[in-house]
């Protein structure tokens, strides 16, 4: 039988992007193995869930037993692919591959490179060093955005380089919401009906950088509320600066939902003041509902809104003034806000599940038929 193996740093990131994946491998009949770490969650797809030990620092100790752990899971298993996700399980997957005589085809889906037009010269460094060790065993680089692609082909970070159009939205998980019942949850979160409520769903972190958001809503009317689901290690201190600025009645901090569609129902404009990006799935699911978004001006924002002209967007300096300025336009202009609305609904059937999955079981194909007996690959067979 055929074997693949999926590995992320989370089991939520599998959960939440690749499921489709792996069933259309086991319909195939491909055996499926998933080797991710974090908090455990059922992934009923997969034939085998392997908890692999990542840490997030990427010198931590545990890294260096993951990756022995992921060698000796390769060798025994003979996987005739490995497709590997987020930039440090991607790294330490290849890693483990790396000096292999006999080895799988492999293919490394970049979700938006840790560095770019706004990173520092050390984490250039370090994460670029990484790509390009790891370079000689990826047979196939998959990325999301022209700055990623661009950069992975100046740098030779992969023996094909393709850029792919997310890992696609999935219209079956979006369900309509009824306006009686996003009107009822408004009411619960203590929102009145008539007021504008921007949405930012996703973990606390530096990079997603909440705290912007929260200092745009001091600079906006008191009309303006704030939608903030999600955990992660910053959400208390956001709740601390809500209450510093004074806007904390104006803010829900609902922590970890299943129901984003309600969540999306609620909402009059979808926001993001994020660093770094690859192709955001939030701003896709965003555009299927046909609401306006409001972005900072990086990659994957600018590739979105750019082509979809279904945002605006606002420097990545001086954020939360810029944020501000521009929902302030769409308070003032409701034409505008109806406007982009309508582009995102019209521009993101290529962005979709049934439009995209097709294309990367196509380019998983070009790296090792999908239908063929299993192949382990040389080196030099692949050189």
């Not at 000796?72 to 000096?99: E, K, M, Q």
């Not at 060093?129 to 990325?143: G, I, N, S, Y």
Request: hydrophobic share 40%; aromatic share 8%.
């Amino acid at each position: 039988m055929h074997r693949v193996l999926f590995t992320a740093s989370t089991y939520s990131h599998i959960v939440n992007f690749h499921r489709p994946y792996l069933q259309e491998f086991k319909r195939r009949g491909w055996g499926v193995d998933v080797g991710c770490g974090g908090r455990p969650m059922e992934i009923p797809e997969a034939d085998r869930v392997i908890h692999i030990p990542f840490e997030k620092k990427m010198t931590s100790s545990q890294n260096v037993r993951a990756t022995r752990l992921l060698r000796g899971l390769i060798r025994a298993n003979r996987y005739a692919l490995v497709s590997c996700h987020t930039a440090l399980a991607s790294f330490f997957t290849r890693a483990a591959i790396l000096g292999l005589r006999r080895r799988p085809a492999v293919a490394c889906t970049v979700h938006g490179y840790l560095f770019g037009e706004h990173s520092t010269p050390k984490e250039e460094l370090l994460l670029g060093t990484a790509e390009r060790l790891t370079a000689p065993v990826t047979d196939l680089l998959m990325t999301m955005n022209h700055w990623d692609t661009a950069y992975a082909k100046a740098h030779r970070y992969g023996r094909r380089i393709i850029e792919i159009p997310g890992m696609g939205v999935d219209p079956s998980h979006l369900p309509q919401v009824s306006l009686q019942e996003a009107a009822f949850f408004r009411t619960q979160l203590g929102f009145r009906q008539d007021q504008f409520l921007l949405l930012f769903g996703a973990e606390f972190s530096p990079r997603k950088n909440q705290a912007e958001l929260l200092r745009a809503l001091s600079f906006l009317p008191e009309q303006v509320g704030l939608l903030l689901p999600g955990d992660g290690a910053l959400r208390d201190t956001c709740i601390q600066l809500a209450r510093t600025l004074g806007v904390e009645q104006r803010v829900a901090f609902p922590g970890h939902v299943d129901d984003m569609p309600l969540w999306y129902a609620m909402a009059d404009c979808v926001v993001s003041p994020s660093q770094s990006e690859g192709l955001p799935f939030h701003l896709m699911e965003a555009m299927y509902y046909g609401l306006p978004i409001v972005a900072s001006d990086i990659k994957g924002h600018a590739d979105l809104l750019g082509s979809s002209h279904a945002g605006l967007l606002f420097s990545p300096h001086g954020m939360a003034e810029g944020c501000a300025a521009q929902v302030q336009r769409l308070l003032a202009e409701p034409g505008l806000a109806r406007r982009l609305g309508q582009a995102g609904q019209e521009a993101i059937t290529p962005y979709t599940l049934p439009q995209v999955l097709p294309q990367i079981m196509e380019l998983y194909h070009q790296v090792v038929p999908l239908d063929e007996p299993e192949k382990v690959y040389s080196l030099e067979q692949i050189s």
